[in-house]
């Protein structure tokens, strides 16, 4: 069974930066991609980041180019997303997810099956 935990959120003041970790287990072959996902106050759950773990592609929304890199360690099993130059508008929950390349770059939460429990992270203005 296919798990995930996230963990690394907090408080951090605008421009500062955060890393979140995904770990994971369960996967039985790296026909799989982990994504990260948002969900603000009020607003639908996004994508934010995502890495194909069989080839290392990275994929981000428009929003976070330039500031967030998503990254493993295969060896710990642990995807991490680095988060600089953070904004009052990154504020959200950070969820992990997975599934199949297919499902995750699309960036559609409804057709991921997999997911971890969230992290707060909150960017004071």
């Known amino acids: 069974e296919v798990q995930l935990q996230a963990s690394g959120g907090g408080l951090v003041q605008a421009g500062g930066s955060l890393r979140l970790s995904c770990a994971t287990s369960g996967f039985t072959s790296d026909d799989y991609a982990i994504g990260w996902f948002r969900q603000a106050p009020g607003k639908e759950r996004e994508g934010v980041s995502c890495i194909v773990l069989n080839d290392g592609s990275t994929y981000y929304a428009d929003s976070v180019k330039g500031r967030f890199t998503i990254s493993r360690d295969n060896a710990k099993n642990t995807v991490y997303l680095q988060m600089n130059s953070l904004k009052a508008e990154d504020t959200a929950v950070y969820y992990c997810?997975?599934?199949?390349?297919?499902?995750?770059?699309?960036?559609?939460?409804?057709?991921?099956?997999?997911w971890g429990q969230g992290t707060l992270v909150t960017v004071s203005s």
């Open positions: 997810a997975a599934d199949s390349p297919e499902r995750v770059v699309s960036g559609l939460p409804p057709l991921i099956n997999y």
